[in-house]
């Protein structure tokens, strides 16, 4: 987490002591060290690989120290993935991490952290050299099943169920502005230089609060089903959708908001396969007027995070770069969206 920790006289660091903590209140207390393969693509947990005697894999997740530079939902994010490994195990057939332990207190074994089931494969995007037309198909239409599956699900309430932003709202429009505020608090912040005035952002979020409307029911939402989410097992041209992992960043709430990291940058009306997944599965694949100015809010609230996230994550000039000729463009034109459809 770009902290350097300190190695005590047993030459174990803080995270590996509390690795080993979580393993054995999991029911693995000869875990051998040996075995924890630290795990690198992620921007806030620690994460680790654990290989257990009998053969089993174990993840390991361990949050950032208190006090490490945040966003305002990004508390008790492992609360959150708890309930989305969980919930989504209930269905049986989607490909998952299995939850094993959760430690959500400071005087829990380890705690706070988590130890769940390991998703064999690899990431989605680091098969598409090897991936023809054919089975890129199959397994996008595969994906809209699996999605479709983890919609049906049906939570207590709207919002992050980590307690973040207060609890669980009745209605998804109380819950969406209470997400859309605390992130703009977060730019006041951390984006000096907002590609539109905050204010502006605000009136446009607001303005169409009366599609949120719409949503009666707090579906289970992931909201991070980028292609290093996916993981993918198996030769090439028979590979299957091994893993829908890092469900940490999920929330209750409106199924169409989940397109937008689906296609991030693109377009999920585009995607046919996906979408002739998605029906059969027991998705609502067509979209009408009103969801689509819903969608056009949800890849705003994404830009935005992805834009304001780069203070508190301390990112780079070239990640900055990436960010001002990639990401805002796409944020200005998706609040353009918002407005022409609320005229």
Not at 1 to 23: F, I, K, N, S, Y
Not at 26 to 40: N, Q, Y
Not at 139 to 165: S, W
């Amino acid at each position: 987490m770009g902290q350097t920790e300190q190695v005590p006289r047993d030459g174990r660091t803080d995270a590996e002591r509390r690795t080993a903590a979580l393993l054995a209140a999991a029911g693995a207390p000869d875990a051998d060290a040996a075995g924890c393969v630290p795990l690198t693509g992620g921007t806030y947990n620690t994460v680790v690989r654990a290989q257990l005697p009998d053969g089993r894999r174990w993840v390991v997740k361990i949050p950032p120290p208190p006090g490490t530079p945040g966003l305002g939902y990004e508390k008790d994010l492992l609360r959150a993935e708890s309930e989305f490994c969980s919930r989504a195990a209930e269905l049986g057939d989607v490909p998952v991490p299995r939850l094993v332990h959760a430690a959500f207190g400071p005087s829990d074994p380890g705690g706070p952290g988590m130890v769940t089931t390991h998703c064999p494969g690899t990431v989605w995007h680091e098969c598409a050299g090897t991936m023809d037309e054919t089975e890129r198909r199959r397994l996008r239409r595969l994906l809209g099943q699996h999605v479709a599956r983890l919609h049906t699900v049906t939570g207590p309430g709207y919002g992050y169920p980590g307690g973040a932003l207060g609890p669980l709202a009745p209605t998804w429009g109380e819950a969406f502005t209470a997400m859309t505020d605390a992130l703009l608090a977060d730019a006041e912040h951390h984006l000096p230089e907002p590609p539109l005035p905050l204010a502006l952002i605000r009136r446009r979020f607001a303005g169409a609060r009366y599609a949120l409307d719409d949503v009666t029911r707090p579906a289970l939402v992931h909201f991070d089903l980028w292609q290093g989410n996916l993981l993918l097992d198996g030769p090439p041209g028979r590979r299957v959708l091994s893993g829908i992992i890092d469900g940490e960043r999920m929330f209750w709430g409106d199924p169409v908001a989940d397109f937008v990291s689906l296609a991030l940058f693109e377009d999920i009306e585009d995607d046919r396969d996906f979408l002739a997944g998605y029906a059969p599965g027991g998705g609502r694949a067509g979209l009408d007027d009103r969801a689509r100015l819903r969608l056009a809010l949800y890849r705003a609230y994404l830009y935005l995070i992805m834009l304001v996230e780069a203070g508190p994550r301390g990112y780079g000039a070239e990640q900055r770069a990436w960010l001002r000729d990639t990401v805002a463009p796409r944020f200005t034109a998706a609040l353009a969206d918002v407005a022409d459809r609320t005229r």
